[in-house]
């Protein structure tokens, strides 16, 4: 079954600790997107990939950063420099920028 | 001003009735409109999209757009408690790279 595969489900950061989402996607999609979503509101851009090797801030970028060194994988750390990671992260991807983006099941983050 | 705005709601319909979820959107330059379904604590579901003026149906839902007017909305014909959800509208911009979403509206179907 393709899909898109988010690790851990839940994952906890003590103070000071980097810690890292994974997203893996076996749809083919060359792009591929990370989105913060706290309670009742809606989803914020960290960041996307258009294309392997190559990655664009989005609106919440700072404190995270990201790679894409393959295609099908685009993990997200969290830095210690996040002072409010608290949160429900998001990865989706999607064929191409502007297509309908599909996502997976998500990493709650909490603070320890 | 919001680049995406969705009346939070609650709406509550009953079962069998049409459920009508309204967004609007400032980019004029925006491209490509899309509505995902979201259950509490559950990851987004993509449940239609919609690049052109004018309706575009699937099953019970249809999407209807007015680029003129920059708004999108959502039609859920024969409502039914399963579809008590928080939907979301997601709005492409011109570049393609940016796609905005709105808070949601909670949809809650009563029996």
């Known amino acids: 079954d393709g899909g898109i595969t988010q690790s851990p489900k839940y994952l906890f950061r003590k103070e000071g600790q980097n810690v890292t989402l994974s997203c893996e996607q076996n749809?083919?999609?060359?792009?591929m997107y990370w989105y913060r979503q706290d309670p009742g509101q809606g989803l914020r851009l960290i960041y996307y990939?258009?294309?392997?090797?190559?990655?664009q801030k989005g609106d919440i970028a700072e404190g995270y950063s990201v790679s894409r060194e393959k295609k099908e994988s685009f993990p997200l750390t969290v830095t210690s420099a996040q002072k409010n990671p608290t949160a429900f992260y998001l990865c989706?991807?999607?064929?191409?920028?502007?297509?309908?983006?599909?996502f997976g099941d998500g990493t709650r983050l909490s603070i320890l | 001003q919001k680049e995406v705005e969705q009346n939070s709601g609650p709406l509550s319909v009953p079962e069998g009735a049409i459920a009508s979820l309204n967004c609007t959107y400032s980019?004029?330059?925006?491209?490509?409109f899309f509505w995902y379904r979201q259950y509490s604590g559950k990851s987004p579901e993509l449940i239609m999209f919609?690049?052109?003026?004018g309706d575009k149906e699937d099953g019970r839902f249809t999407a209807q757009l007015n680029k003129a007017s920059q708004y999108v909305s959502l039609l859920i014909r024969d409502s039914q408690p399963s579809d008590s959800a928080t939907y979301l509208c997601?709005?492409?911009?011109?570049?393609?790279?940016?796609?905005?979403f709105g808070a949601g509206t909670r949809l809650t179907v009563k029996p």
């Open positions: 989706a991807s999607s064929q191409t920028g502007g297509q309908p983006q599909h």
């Open positions: 749809l083919n999609h060359d792009a």
């Open positions: 990939s258009q294309i392997v090797n190559d990655f």
């Open positions: 980019d004029r330059g925006s491209q490509s």
């Open positions: 919609i690049y052109s003026n």
């Open positions: 997601a709005v492409n911009g011109y570049n393609n790279n940016d796609m905005r």
